[in-house]
């Protein structure tokens, strides 16, 4: 039988009620934490959100997220075969699932006075 | 203009769709010309793209390592292009390399650098000297990218905004004026006219399953290109990188990182049954390691074609025949890194294959970078043309630097055209508010197309592969339907993935389609069905849409302006 990873993951976007889905991924050695996530939205969830970008360098430094409450990179935490809690970085503004407000303030567009062009 | 209260409208003398070394150069030289920039990402300012990823080296001649000119560094790029190059675009990338190195060196970059000062250069594949320059260790991507980012951050007239994805070009009477697209973050529509937009979104790696790509490669720059009415050109000439890294499973590295090595350590390639067996395709290799990337890709895929490659479907790359000493030398804290991934180079090899790792082809510009669309330019990567049918290795991001700059500053420099017109957008602004069925997983769409590119549409063609993925192509486009999945929302990566998924299965189609007319071979366009390579098609395939599909032309090779 193969191995399994569970992935807990605390869901929702600010303002909704706590909710986590658990998922099983099939697990293989050497495997990210990234991976895994990746693989869920292919094969269950296509709404999962967590941010990503250059997938296996660590050089993006975007999938921060937190694994048993602490703090890591999804792309370089090994997937383990066994449950995993995965939850939004504390101390950033939720987005929605694991994504987070990282992004500098100037550099967010809530952050423009934006006047409607109407 | 009447504005729906959930959508944001911004307006900007030079919009930038793309923050990596291209888009970067363009913001900071359409800046100093004076213009207002907005510098846009679908991921995080100067965090996404290519840029980041590339941990190599830089090919410029700077003669400091050892005397050279740019006419050698064009010479080698021409040579490694096969004919098909672009001359005044390459002759472009070379002449001016050299001042966006030291421009960057001004800026506190750290070029690796010899005890006397001299920056230090090694040589690559194909380049006839040490050409390339880097930062220790693996880090010149990275580098590159910070110190542009710390640049853009100090303009006041540079305005950045991050997790906004463009979906579409907004053309009024024949003329580029801006852009619409959502923000990642809220759902929200946004719409920014601009006296002029620079696509700077680099390349279409993601396209295929082995890839050494950022999430955000999914050739989307030339999508926006095709739908607002420019050209592609080569589209056909996808670079695979012959080692990229393939087993043991390796994390928090980029997959190409095995190439700086090689040329330090010259590391040997070597099939199942442990013999070097590259110079059995006539691939010099005798230890220097100077094979151009298709040459080098070609004599892997064929020996693991005939049974000899290793467990996970690569060969093997040993550096098992350096000394202990020199291995930490030459890789520093990387071996550590290296030890945490369980991977020990004085007892094993590593596995490698070739993987999509950039470019050729992309959107058809003059020497300013103007599409044939007025007030569309383009930069970087997203650029065809300088390479032709294969990239000197080192030349991606010289290209971005000097490509971008030379858009920023014609951007900057160029009147306006036309005017926004909100009738001109409201197709693309209704796209991105459409709320269609949840009917197809995007996820699992976009995932089923880089398998099938990966598999049809590689290294190696055949009329009937190429002909298969076409249809794959238009079944999964079947599949996803005409409009996003839901409804707007905060980080909705089932939306995002179906706009990805619109823009690479067109150009998917695109660059299945150039490879299917091309019966030769050359480059990186190997066809299995017509294996050499025929005078005949010396010459490029430009592709632009009529009638929502992708039409194919000849163009004549643009040779050098005469001097």
Redesign the interface.
């Known amino acids: 039988m193969t191995e399994t990873a569970t992935l807990l993951i605390r869901r929702g976007a600010p303002g909704e009620a706590e909710s986590w889905s658990r998922f099983d991924v099939a697990y293989e050695r050497g495997q990210s934490v990234l991976d895994g996530l990746r693989r869920i939205r292919i094969e269950s969830d296509p709404t999962l959100a967590f941010r990503f970008s250059c997938i296996n360098a660590n050089a993006c430094k975007e999938c921060m997220m937190r694994l048993d409450g602490k703090v890591v990179y999804a792309c370089t935490a090994r997937l383990e075969p066994r449950e995993m809690r995965l939850e939004p970085l504390a101390n950033k503004a939720l987005i929605r699932d694991l994504a987070t407000e990282i992004a500098p303030p100037d550099e967010r567009l809530a952050s423009f006075a934006v006047k409607p062009s109407g | ?3 729906a ?1 959930d ?5 900007t003398d030079v919009l930038i769709v793309g923050a990596g070394a291209a888009g970067m150069s363009a913001a900071i030289a359409a800046d100093e010309q004076g213009a207002d920039v907005l510098l846009v990402d679908r ?3 100067g ?3 290519a840029t ?2 590339a ?1 190599m080296t830089v090919a410029v001649a700077l003669g400091e390592e050892q005397p050279d000119d740019w006419r050698d560094h064009l010479r080698d790029t021409l040579k490694a292009g096969r004919g098909l190059c672009d001359e005044g675009l390459a002759a472009l990338l070379c002449e001016r390399g050299p001042d966006e190195i030291r421009r960057l060196d001004g800026w506190h970059v750290g070029w690796a650098r010899h005890a006397d000062g001299r920056i230090r250069a090694a040589q690559a594949p194909g380049h006839d000297r040490p050409r390339c320059v880097y930062v220790d260790f693996l880090s010149t ?2 580098a590159v990218s910070r110190t542009l980012r710390g640049q853009v951050q100090r303009q006041e007239r540079i ?6 994805c463009i979906t579409d070009i907004v053309v009024a009477d024949g003329v580029a004026v801006g852009a619409v697209g959502f ?1 990642v ?2 759902g ?1 529509a ?1 719409s920014i006219a601009a006296k002029a937009v620079i696509i700077a979104t680099g390349g279409l790696t993601r396209l295929y399953a082995r890839n050494s ?4 490669m999914g050739g989307d720059g030339y999508a926006l290109a095709l739908r607002a009415g420019a050209e592609l050109i080569d589209m056909e000439f996808v670079q695979f990188f012959p080692i990229g890294h393939l087993a ?8 190409i990182m095995w190439d700086p090595f090689r040329y330090k350590l010259g590391g040997r390639l070597l099939n199942a049954q442990g013999r070097d067996f590259a110079a059995d395709y006539g691939v010099p290799e005798d230890g220097r390691y100077v094979a151009p990337r298709d040459l080098l890709t070609r004599a892997i895929l064929k020996e693991v074609g005939a049974g000899r490659g290793s467990p996970a479907g690569g060969v093997f790359l040993s550096f098992q025949h350096v000394p202990a000493d020199h291995l930490r030398e030459a890789f520093g804290p990387v071996i550590d890194r290296l030890a945490a ?2 991977i020990d180079l004085t007892r094993q090899p590593v596995e490698v294959a070739p993987i999509a790792h950039y470019h050729m082809g992309g959107i058809r510009v003059a020497l300013d970078m103007k599409t044939a669309v007025p007030g569309l330019l383009a930069a970087g990567e997203a650029v065809g043309g300088a390479n032709g049918a294969n990239r000197l290795s080192g030349n991606a991001v010289t290209e971005a630097l000097v490509f971008g700059r030379a858009a920023g500053n014609t951007a900057a420099g160029a009147a306006p055209q036309g005017a926004w017109r909100d009738e001109a957008a409201a197709e693309a602004l209704a796209l991105v508010a459409a709320t269609g069925p949840a009917s197809a ?4 769409v976009i ?1 089923e197309l880089q398998s099938l590119m990966n598999r049809h549409v590689g290294p190696f063609r055949t009329v009937a592969g190429l002909q298969d993925a076409l249809a794959d192509i238009r079944r999964l486009r079947a599949a996803i339907g005409a409009a996003p999945p ?1 409804r707007p ?6 939306r995002l ?1 179906w706009f990805d998924a619109r823009n690479m299965l067109l150009v998917a189609e695109a660059v299945a389609s150039a490879a299917l007319a091309r019966q030769e071979s050359r480059g990186a366009h190997q066809r299995d069905d017509f294996p050499e390579s025929d005078e005949c098609w010396a010459i490029n395939q430009a592709i632009s849409l009529r009638g929502g599909k992708p039409v194919l032309e000849r163009r004549p090779t643009k040779a050098a302006a005469p001097a």
Do not use: C
Not at chain 2, 7 to 11: G, M, T, Y
Not at chain 2, 159 to 164: A, E, N, S, T, W
Not at chain 2, 248 to 255: K, T, V, W
Not at chain 2, 489 to 494: L, M
């Open positions: 203009m009447r504005t209260p959508r944001v409208h911004l307006a991921s995080l300012i965090r996404g793209g980041v990823m941990q991507g990275p305005k950045r905004v991050g997790d906004l923000s973050t809220d929200r946004v790509a950022s999430a955000n043991p499973r390796l994390i928090g590295m980029d997959p991934n369980g997983n995007t996820a699992a995932s839901g929302g905060r980080f909705d990566t089932a993935d």
